[in-house]
């Protein structure tokens, strides 16, 4: 499992070092707990994704709206998985009815 900061201080030292001196002193001082969009913006993709999308300002929108999709998401998920396993044992079901069909006719013959 990764690592998961909680905090701006518990970032990577890299990422803190391409940070700002007045938000790194912010940090250090736990005066903001949040990136402002602004500093996202200004930091490299490849060290912006090391950073968890908890701490974004962004990602911290509406957790009740978060919790629903997601329920509403693993319901589709195993909505569909139990869809296809079901159409699978009716395919199933229907090509052994037509196997034990052809059997029994081999055999009367």
């Given at each position: ?76 998920v195993i909505g569909f998985a ?28």
């Amino acid at each position: 499992m990764a690592f998961q900061p909680t905090s701006l201080s518990d970032l990577d030292p890299e990422i803190l070092d391409n940070l700002p001196l007045d938000i790194r002193d912010k940090i250090s001082s736990g005066e903001i707990d949040k990136l402002p969009d602004n500093i996202l913006d200004a930091i490299p993709d490849s060290l912006s994704s090391k950073i968890p999308p908890s701490l974004i300002e962004a990602a911290n929108s509406n957790p009740t709206l978060t919790f629903v999709l997601v329920v509403a998401g693993t319901i589709g998920v195993i909505g569909f998985a139990y869809g296809v396993m079901k159409s699978g044992f009716k395919s199933a079901f229907f090509f052994g009815a037509v196997a034990i069909a052809a059997w029994t006719y081999y055999a009367l013959l």
